[in-house]
């Protein structure tokens, strides 16, 4: 059984900085993309940032760009996302997400696209 269990969430003052992980079991991790998307009230599912299944590459939304940085631990099973410089704006739901991917091929932006989620953890960012 595939299991996605997002941590890190929280509240934090405009200008600070959360990391979230998410511990990845039940599938072989390596060959996954993985995939950061946020969410908020009557809003669809958003795509933040993504890798490929090495952690190279790692692809953002222009909204976080040069604030938040993905990695991946292939060792451990587990992607975090470091959020610096953090906006009002980034208030959300923040959801990990699991496809499987070629060597190659980079992370997709679609949420419809992927296999695997997690529960998600909220992130409010007061100003």
């Known amino acids: 059984q595939v299991q996605l269990v997002e941590s890190g969430g929280g509240l934090v003052q405009a200008g600070g900085s959360l990391r979230l992980s998410c511990a990845a079991s039940?599938?072989?991790?390596?060959?996954?993309?993985m995939t950061w998307f946020r969410q908020t009230p009557g809003k669809e599912r958003e795509f933040v940032s993504g890798?490929?299944?090495?952690?190279?590459?790692?692809t953002y939304a222009d909204a976080v760009k040069g604030r938040f940085t993905m990695s991946r631990d292939n060792a451990k099973n587990t992607v975090d996302l470091q959020m610096n410089n953090l906006k009002p704006e980034d208030t959300a739901v923040y959801y990990c997400?699991?496809?499987?991917?070629?060597?190659?091929?980079?992370?997709?932006?679609?949420?419809?696209?992927?296999?695997?989620w997690g529960q998600g953890t909220q992130v409010t960012v007061s100003s």
């Open positions: 997400a699991a496809k499987y991917l070629s060597a190659t091929t980079s992370a997709t932006t679609n949420p419809r696209d992927y296999s695997y």
């Open positions: 039940g599938l072989t991790f390596s060959v996954y993309g």
């Open positions: 890798l490929r299944r090495s952690g190279s590459t790692p």
